[in-house]
């Protein structure tokens, strides 16, 4: 596993991370969710993700136990506050009292005196952005977070929150974690830009289209009961004839390289400097072990080229 520094901060990340998304303390058994964080720790990934939101607390509280029998020291852990949380008027955003409540009711679900990375898990446009970075410098202050970031934010948002910690002395945002994939790829235009210039590293996720590029799909109209395409409509509209035809064009650029198609597609993921870590999902500890294979994968200038004209 080969690692690289969280934008211009000091912290190294496992170039593939672990997340819960979609996945542990949900659909996914306890057993399963527990043995892939476990191969994920045995393979050398140190980056492990989720979110107050994800099934209510329930994947923060899953993640905690299995990460318990590893060194705290020895791994980084992320996770989230702005969706709601509940039905009151203040359950929701970036609010201070939203902030901080959430962020101890992570801490004690997680098991953990502190986090790594705290996000903003998307930009509140109700609350002012420099009452919700005093509460995130008074928490990293604090020692309950070390490092600050956001989700989905645009380029122009950044500098602002990046121009407002500068006036007033507060901690910086120092990652980033957008989707980002071959199919989806707007942050290449202002984010990945920025993000170099201001020091902010892209943990990026959804990498492989929710499980369109690992080519399990042969058929917009035969998508295998156990996938996720068939229990969520959004996922079930992205697979298309024509993208299921790039994935298998790509697979052939694949096997050439003694690769899967999913491994091609994070490595093209990893091609790029300013992403720090592409952050995986996993129901079963066969996939984690596939796509740590990704980690130092390097792809020849004539293999990105065949990859374009392929996307294109």
């Not at 542990?24 to 969710?33: L, T």
């Not at 990652?175 to 830009?193: A, D, G, H, L, W």
């Not at 369109?212 to 996720?228: E, F, M, N, V, W």
């Not at 952050?279 to 294979?293: F, H, I, M, T």
């Amino acid at each position: 596993m080969q690692f690289r520094k969280l934008g211009k901060s000091g912290l190294k990340v496992s170039e593939i991370s672990l997340g819960s998304w979609l996945t542990y303390g949900g659909y996914v058994e306890r057993e399963n969710a527990v043995k892939s964080i476990q191969t994920a720790y045995g393979l050398g990934i140190n980056f492990f993700d989720t979110a107050n939101v994800y099934e209510r607390g329930a994947a923060e509280t899953l993640m905690g136990e299995a990460l318990k029998a590893f060194p705290r020291e020895s791994y980084v852990l992320a996770t989230k506050v702005f969706w709601p949380m509940g039905d009151g008027p203040n359950d929701r955003g970036l609010s201070r009292k939203h902030v901080m409540e959430q962020c101890h009711a992570s801490l004690k679900r997680l098991g953990a005196d502190y986090v790594d990375i705290y996000y903003c898990h998307r930009h509140d446009p109700e609350t002012p952005m420099e009452e919700t970075l005093r509460a995130l410098d008074d928490l990293v202050r604090q020692g309950k977070v070390l490092y600050v970031g956001v989700s989905e934010w645009t380029a122009s948002q950044m500098a602002e929150a990046h121009g407002i910690a500068d006036r007033y002395l507060l901690d910086r945002i120092v990652v980033n974690q957008p989707v980002y994939n071959m199919f989806n790829r707007y942050i290449e235009k202002e984010v990945i830009p920025y993000g170099e210039r201001g020091g902010i590293g892209q943990v990026v996720f959804s990498p492989l289209a929710q499980g369109l590029l690992t080519g399990k799909y042969s058929s917009a109209q035969d998508i295998p009961a156990d996938s996720r395409a068939a229990k969520l409509d959004h996922m079930r509209k992205n697979v298309t004839e024509d993208k299921i035809r790039k994935v298998q064009e790509l697979a052939k650029v694949a096997s050439e390289l003694d690769l899967t198609v999913g491994q091609l597609a994070l490595a093209w993921i990893l091609r790029q400097p300013n992403v720090s870590s592409a952050l995986v999902g996993a129901s079963r500890p066969e996939q984690v072990e596939e796509n740590a294979k990704a980690s130092g994968v390097k792809l020849s200038a004539d293999v990105i080229d065949r990859i374009e004209q392929i996307l294109a």
